[in-house]
């Protein structure tokens, strides 16, 4: 059985089924380059607001753009009012995105308050007529990245799945964990699986995929296609990786030093994006997820960073490859 496949949404085919999840802070143009490079079908933009895109906000408007390398993408937008998620979803399409995504399953209290994100599985009326009014502003596929529940009392995944099929969504995300548990916890997958079940558009499954096992598990459950959220921060080539082992090859685990290469590229680009002072900063965040596993690790991101510039951080990585063997 062949696990990886194109995946069809709507009038859009991504090459495989392996998708990069939205991240805020962290999906942006130079992480979806390399993740394509690594093998992803699709990579999502980090969430834009439709209400800071309706005022016109630079940042969020620079957020939306789209670099000519990085196809195929989706632009996720949240929000809580027709009329500006149908102004947002226009300028995602006008500048370029393959496919919008809505946003209904975020956690987070401040998108909560404002009425967005994963309030809107509360409100499926509402909820519907967000996503048609994406859908009749655009011509490109709009998908929905939702939750399985919103706590543990209910499952939700049927009726979500059901929800954006009739409202005009030519796919859905499930992520396979409660909005109550934020991002922690096993994925239940078999809640996606029903929901794989109850309609025809694809449904790509979403939770801790960290391995050609899970994604296995998910892609047998019905799903059309797996998305991979942090275990690609760090490891960008999960994506080939997952598709080698689920095509029967043995992959290598990647090792400390070619971790540390490939993150000093990817730091390479936000500077070569963002101007050295925001790519540095930028490249900060996430120095946990690729600066780790060797003795001495903790010291190391500790130095990195204090560090402001990049031919300081290349100085240190040239040391600390120095030190490091080169092969598993
Ligand atoms: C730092 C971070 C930022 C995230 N930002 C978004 C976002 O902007 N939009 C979204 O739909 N989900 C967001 N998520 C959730 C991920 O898309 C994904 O659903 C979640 O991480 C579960 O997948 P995983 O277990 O493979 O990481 C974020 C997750 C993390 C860790």
Redesign the pocket.
Known sequence: MSFIKPLKIGTFTAPNNLVL??????TDTPFRILCLKGGAGLVCA??VSAHALHYGNPRSGRMLQVAAKEHPVSM?IFGADEQTIAKAARQAQEQGADMVDL?A??PVKKINKAGAGCVLMKDELKLGRLIEAAVKAVQIPVTL?TRIALNHKELLAVRMAKLAQSAGASAITL?ARAAVDV?AGAPLIEAVGEACAAVQIPVIG????QNAEVAKQFLQAGCAGVM????AVGNPFIFQQIQAQLEGQAVPPMTPAQRLQIYQALIEENVAYYGERIGVNRSRKTAGYWINNFPGAAEVRARFVRLDTLPEIKKLFAEVLNNLPQTP
């Open positions: 999840a939205p991240m805020a802070g962290i980090e969430m996720q946003n399953g975020c990245k992520h991002h979403n939770g801790g995929v991979i959220g942090r275990a």
